[in-house]
């Protein structure tokens, strides 16, 4: 079947715009994970949504970042006023039971 | 705290067993896993084991965890110029939704 999609694959935005990152999750996947790849970070955890209960923002690194689950299903990462430090490979990721996770391709996001 | 640790860089030839190792630092550990990142593409979930098993086989995979001295490692038989890649570990702690924490990441190289 369908794996995880993530759209765009790239994005180069100015510092100081906001952009939008989506993620269709695998159907019926009721958790969808959002990780950051950076070569200074390493992959870090940002947010994590679990069917209908409150999401885990506990990774989001600055009040600039947030996301939504929509019905559910997909997810949006929005990111405000960007800066240069936000360049990074944002990777989302599905699961239907606690301990497997399967990743999209990423969005490669490149702020100048 | 979490910290998840890995050497950077491994070369084998082909043929050769391959192995990676990580360690960890947090015995709240639930599942540990080991991913595989190829060039321009997201994460491959290879293979997990739960903290309470200390071996499991997959094929040409190995785990093995060694639960007091908080180490794993992958060992990789018969290795293929096709098993070039990034090799992530990662653990997930009980009770934090399962989300990952990530090791830097171990970038295997396997020569002819």
């Known amino acids: 079947g369908a794996g995880v999609s993530q759209s765009p694959s790239n994005k180069v935005t100015e510092k100081g715009k906001d952009v939008e990152l989506r993620c269709d999750p695998i159907?019926?996947?009721?958790?969808l994970y959002w990780y950051r790849q950076s070569l200074g970070q390493g992959l870090e955890f940002l947010i994590y949504?679990?069917?209908?209960?409150?999401?885990?923002k506990s990774g989001l690194p600055s009040d600039r970042f947030s996301a939504e689950r929509t019905g559910g299903s997909v997810s949006t990462l929005t990111i405000q006023r960007t800066q240069q430090e936000d360049s990074a490979v944002y990777l989302c990721?599905?699961?239907?039971?606690?301990?497997?996770?399967?990743f999209g391709p990423g969005t490669r996001l490149t702020v100048t | 705290g979490e910290d998840v640790e890995q050497s950077l860089f491994l070369s084998v030839r082909e043929g050769d067993s391959s192995v990676i190792n990580c360690t960890y630092t947090?015995?709240?550990?639930?599942?540990l896993y080991w991913y595989k990142q190829e060039p321009g593409a997201g994460l491959q979930l290879l293979t997990y084991?739960?903290?309470?098993?200390d071996m499991k086989q997959d094929q040409r995979l190995t785990v093995l965890l060694n639960k007091k001295d908080k180490h794993l490692s992958l060992r990789i038989a018969d290795t293929q110029t096709g098993d070039s890649a990034i090799y992530f570990c990662?653990?997930?702690?009980?009770?934090?939704?399962?989300?990952?924490?990530f090791g830097t990441g171990t970038q295997l190289k396997v020569e002819l």
């Open positions: 990721a599905s699961s239907s039971q606690r301990y497997e996770q399967y």
């Open positions: 159907s019926g996947h009721t958790a």
């Open positions: 949504f679990q069917g209908n209960s409150a999401p885990d």
């Open positions: 947090d015995s709240s550990s639930t599942y």
């Open positions: 084991i739960f903290s309470n098993m």
């Open positions: 990662a653990e997930s702690i009980t009770g934090g939704g399962n989300k990952l924490t």
